[in-house]
């Protein structure tokens, strides 16, 4: 696997990966009306070409150049998106996107990072020294969800 920088031809299966990731991973702890009303269909590709500026956006790509995963820090610490494929969640491809996260922040010398997480990616930071804050309730397209604020010093 190699984690590399975002390149716009990515924009599109960055999309897919976020769209299937909330649909097929999300559904084990949030309801099907709440999953829909998360990601009522693809986001349009140039999100992710509006993501990608002022930010490190990073993806990982597999032995036979299948994109897999990425993510997102901006420049204050916040990690916006990091989401896989749903076929490797649990294979390490999430562990090494975080870790390229976390090594770019010391890089340029963010010392806190902090991230909404959904209920499957709260143990995901939580292992790896976030704590939780907040418990966040609110709606989206009219539907309640929640997320948890985290937060980890980093040195």
Known sequence: ???????????????????????????????LEQVEAWSPSK???KRYLQQAQGRTLLVAVDDDGRIIGYGDLE???HIDHLY??????????????????????????IVSLFVEASEAARCF????????????????NGVA???????????
């Open 75 to 77: 420049p204050n610490g």
């Open 145 to 155: 969800i929640h997320n948890y604020s985290m937060s980890k010093h980093i040195d």
């Open 43 to 45: 986001p349009d590709p």
């Open 1 to 31: 696997m190699l984690i590399r920088p975002f390149e716009v031809s990515d924009a599109d299966v960055l999309a897919d990966i976020f769209h299937a990731s909330v649909r097929e991973i999300g559904i084990r702890d949030y309801s």
């Open 125 to 140: 930071f939580e292992c790896r020294g976030f704590r939780v804050d907040t418990l966040n309730n609110f709606t989206i």
């Open 84 to 109: 896989c494929c749903p076929d490797v969640v649990g294979t390490g491809v999430g562990s090494a996107i975080y870790a390229a996260l976390e090594n770019a922040a010391r890089s340029v010398g």
